[in-house]
């Protein structure tokens, strides 16, 4: 891809072009008039009082440069980059965060399309937990993540789904002892403790399973 090609990653191409820094020294470079427009948070940000509106630098820290760069292109008209199950639930974070509604529902969207995806059943020996059985384990792992989304949004309707499949897949994966923690989906509670309920959840051959089979960044 030319330079041509890559919004955000070289400075110069904006007469109110703002500076993002990373905490990996890293930049990216984006209009703020796209930015506002886009985002009711970085709007206010810009508006007013507020140091951001006078200066042409924004500091975000708690976010990683890449996954930034991924929410702006899928906000972004020209490039309009794919939602994936890959990426979506980076990018639904950012974008709730910065109240981009229109991207947050087309991460619903998806996120309520993978529940309605076919288990991945294969014929397998009736033994422990094995890598024949990772396709399965793998989109159990998925309903727990939109299950920790879900609830954490207040998605109720996406979370109690995201329950029964996860139910209906741990039972296909012979998970006897296996019991959802009783998370009432409403409820405020810290996203990274509803994550902790439910994958400590699991009877540890199969998070331990999870943690070997998953690729960097699925976390």
Same mark, same amino acid.
Request: glycine share 4%; with cysteine; proline share 5%.
């Given at each position: ?84 199950? !890959?990426? @979506? ?5 950012? *974008?709730?965060?910065? $109240? #981009?509604?229109? +991207? ?87 996203? !990274?403790? @509803? ?5 400590? *959840?699991?009877?540890? $051959? #199969?998070?331990? +399973? ?10």
């Amino acid at each position: 891809m030319s330079d041509e090609q890559k919004p955000f990653e070289k400075p110069g191409k904006h007469a109110d072009e703002i500076t993002i820094r990373f905490d990996d020294d890293e930049n990216l470079y984006v209009s703020k008039a796209f930015l506002g427009h886009v985002s009711p948070v970085f709007h206010t940000m810009f508006q007013g009082e507020f140091k951001e509106a006078m200066t042409s630098e924004v500091d975000i820290k708690d976010i990683r440069r890449a996954d930034f760069l991924e929410f702006l292109l899928c906000c972004n008209p020209g490039t309009m980059a794919d939602i994936t199950s !890959e990426n @979506v639930f980076r990018v639904v974070t950012i *974008a709730h965060k910065y $109240d #981009v509604r229109a +991207l947050v529902n087309r991460c619903k969207n998806i996120m309520d399309t993978m529940l309605k995806e076919p288990l991945k059943i294969e014929t397998t020996p009736p033994d422990a937990f094995d890598n024949s059985k990772a396709a399965l384990i793998r989109q159990l792992y998925l309903f727990l993540k939109i299950c920790r989304v879900a609830i954490s949004f207040n998605w109720s309707e996406t979370a109690n789904e995201a329950f029964r499949c996860t139910t209906k897949a741990s039972s296909l994966c012979d998970l006897n002892s296996f019991k959802l923690p009783q998370i009432i989906p409403g409820n405020t509670q810290d996203e !990274e403790h @509803v994550s902790a309920m439910i994958f400590n *959840a699991l009877p540890r $051959d #199969v998070s331990l +399973l999870i943690l070997h089979i998953m690729p960097p960044g699925w976390g």
